[in-house]
């Protein structure tokens, strides 16, 4: 099973109130990533997890929080909604952070 | 840094006909990338359509080919003739290496629509 689930699929937040986006992988991945993707956009790397270690890229660093209870399950955390959070949101995962990643159908969050 | 462009928008081709989306690249990070063709097909995830990680070198899948391409820094996506199911968005995508592993820089993304 090559699945990557997302959860939820859509997603509808206020200004200003908290966002999780929750992602799970059953094939033993070590690596688990996740990517911002707006309309006329490339597919932008936020940050991912190496087992137990968390990588943000620079430039969002501040923006974007995440955590991995487990090797399964990783989320993506947004303390803070603002319009400009508005985007699709893809996990993936890989065997280590030189091979294939896997994709999940992504999670569309709407801020209003 | 690095950066992926490709044919911008969406491109129509009738079923049957050839199907070329330009692919270039640029990168500070490392001299020879690995490359990338992902898709998205309606409706499901990014798939990795084919890779090719040595210079020089051709990849395939699904009828389709891509040249790595290191004088021109291109990676230029080819079909011969097209089906109705090839209908979907293709991405360029270059991997590369940093102190804390590979990370993918994407293209904007190619709609790809055949029209039987």
Redesign the interface.
Known sequence: DTT?KQNPRYKLARVGKPVNLICSQTMNHD?MYWYQKKP??????LL?Y?DK?L?READTFEKFQSSRPNNSFCSLYIGSAGLEYSAMY?C?SSR???Y???????TRLTVL | GDS?TQTEGQVTVSESKSLIINCTYSTTSIAYPNLFW?VRYP??????LL?VITAGQKGSSRGFEATYNKETTSFHLQKASVQESDSAVY?CAL?S?NS??????????TRVLVRP
Not at chain 2, 100 to 109: E, P, Q, R, V
């Open positions: 990557v690596t006329n956009q490339a597919p932008k790397l991912f190496y270690i990588n893809l993936a280590g952070t030189f294939e990643q896997y994709f999940g159908p992504g | 992926v992902y409706g499901e995830g990014l798939q990795l890779k991405y991997g290496t804390a592993g590979n990370k993918l820089t994407f293209g904007i993304g």
